[in-house]
């Protein structure tokens, strides 16, 4: 199955092609520019360089959030463009959490991504890799900070990946040698890891007007209105 990863969550944009474990190509930009300039044009330079068109592929995903507001519904609405233009795509949408495990998914024990959401509140999720596979451990959650990884066991490995990963190393286990944070290319979310994710489990494929973000909070305009109200 060739699969299409489309990654708009947060500060790095990227694009991935894989052939079931084969990364055909990949390219990850930390950029100033919008998602929205950027996702397309790289999407087209990674069908030429593969010598592939949408006709070739057979599914295309995104990052589901949390994340980026904007950049989450840039992505989704990228992958509802497409799928419009090639309705035999299947499609879907994971979880940026998972994405970042399985970045992480050569590490044996668990694995907790973490994302920076707002001063002490960090979005956060605990999944376990065995043999290269990886299984939540519990559902993501939009957290304290501080009582999440104050009650954190570290008894075994534990992995850290995420915008907020070493931060939080050097906050909570400086001297920890049980806790490491997860090396700087595999930190940040890739697209690859979203096509990793969906191969994973390619029964997770929805209607394309099913795609919808998870935030895991309240959007600034829903808290708006709920002021208002």
């Not at 500060?11 to 950027?38: P, R, W």
């Not at 087209?44 to 599914?59: I, K, N, Q, S």
């Not at 066991?153 to 400086?174: C, N, V």
């Amino acid at each position: 199955m060739k699969v299409l990863g489309i990654e708009t969550s947060g500060k790095t944009a990227s694009c991935a092609i894989m052939d079931g474990e084969k990364l055909l190509a990949e390219k990850t930009v930390y950029t100033k520019l919008t998602h929205s300039q950027i996702i397309l044009p790289t999407v087209e330079e990674l069908l030429f360089d593969c010598g592939l068109g949408f006709d070739g592929l057979d599914a295309v995903v995104c990052a589901a959030g949390p994340g980026s507001y904007t950049g989450l519904r840039i992505g989704i609405a990228a992958v509802k463009g497409i799928v419009m233009g090639a309705p035999h795509l299947k499609c879907s949408a994971v979880s940026t959490l998972e994405a970042l495990a399985f970045g992480c998914s050569a590490f044996e024990g668990k694995i907790v991504p973490v994302m920076y959401a707002r001063p002490g509140v960090v979005y956060a999720g605990e999944y376990e890799s065995r043999d290269g596979k990886i299984s939540a451990l519990s559902e993501d959650k939009v957290t304290d900070e501080a009582e999440f990884f104050g009650r954190l066991g570290t008894d075994e490995p534990l992995m850290l990946t995420g915008d907020r990963s070493a931060e939080i190393k050097e906050l909570y286990f400086a001297d920890n040698g049980n806790v490491r944070v997860a090396p700087t290319a595999e930190r940040l979310q890739r697209a690859s890891s979203l096509c990793a994710a969906f191969l994973a489990e390619p029964g997770r494929e929805v209607a394309p007007e099913k795609l919808e973000a998870s935030y895991l909070q309240a959007t600034k305009a829903e808290k708006d209105k709920a002021h208002r109200e």
